[in-house]
Nanobody
């Protein structure tokens, strides 16, 4: 079992930045693909970014590419999401996820955090 806990959510003005962090316990993260998803009110949960077990392999949704950066620290068992140039449409609950398989858009990772709210005011 993997337990994931997100932190770093909050309220930010459009154009601003936030950094989310996800701390894992129960297993060593180095063998897991780690991702971030988000769910806006009235919408389905959507893929945001993933970083594979090879720290150099990261993939992003088109809507966040160039603005968000995912990173991981296997020694600390953490994965972060740096979010820059935030827009009102980035407002959502953000979830950390983990899976032994590569996380891709449309997949359902085995492990999820409880979510953290990001609100971007315009």
């Amino acid at each position: 079992q993997v337990q994931l806990v997100e932190s770093g959510g909050g309220l930010v003005q459009a154009g601003g930045s936030l950094r989310l962090s996800c701390a894992a316990s129960g297993r060593t993260l180095s063998t897991y693909s780690m991702g971030w998803f988000r769910q806006a009110p009235g919408k389905e949960r959507e893929f945001v970014a993933v970083i594979d077990r090879n720290p150099g392999s990261a993939y992003y949704a088109a809507s966040v590419k160039g603005r968000f950066t995912i990173s991981r620290d296997n020694a600390k068992n953490t994965v972060d999401l740096q979010m820059n140039s935030l827009k009102s449409e980035d407002t959502a609950v953000y979830y950390c996820a983990a899976d032994r398989r590569l996380i891709l858009p449309g997949t359902k990772p085995d492990y999820w955090g409880q979510g953290t709210q990001i609100t971007v005011s315009s």
